[in-house]
């Protein structure tokens, strides 16, 4: 092969090899975006019934409070990933799961999120909750600590507990990450209606 043949064919090579890194700098990964979510039992529809109650507030802890989902690679170290993300704020899509989570058990279409836009009635129950831990590790299982509080007419506080949920993740996918994110709060719906259930019962 001439000298001349071999400058064409190196000339060739670093155009192709420009074209490909052009191109695969343009390839952008695609974002994912998640939410938590429970679904209305569809008995609750129609006329208002059943208790009032109230959920809020709910404070979150500021590590997770941001649109990307955070997992845990040990005990100190974490990760936000950028192309899997909250569709929206963290906060309310617990508030919306625990709100509907807690009419579902309650039987009640009169759970409201604090604050409240309808003050005609006064809440029968308040529940308070302060997260402070809400993460998981893929593949592995999420844990969710939180202290909550209820509290009764004129905001009289009844009982404070802690709860300590862990949940093992069906998956290595952030899908199977939010599932099980989603099951341990409906735990922590449940916890929460079980102990409220006797302060009720007495109205």
Known sequence: MSLTQCVKWAVLGVALLSVLLI??????????????????????????????????????????????IVTRNSQHQLSLSEFNRWIEPINDSISRLLVINLSNNFNSNRVYWIPRSDRQYPLDLRVAIDIGRFDGQLGKEVFLESRWSVFGRDDKPLLTRVSLIKQSVDGTSYEALVIAMNQVLQQLGAEISEASQPFLAQK
């Not at 974002?31 to 059943?50: H, I, M, P, R, W």
């Open 23 to 68: 191109s695969g700098c343009g390839t952008s990964q695609k974002t994912d975006f998640y939410q938590l979510e429970e679904t209305s039992n569809a008995s609750l529809t129609g006329v208002e019934k059943g208790h009032i109650i109230g959920v809020g507030p709910i404070h979150l802890p500021e590590y997770i409070n941001r649109p990307q």
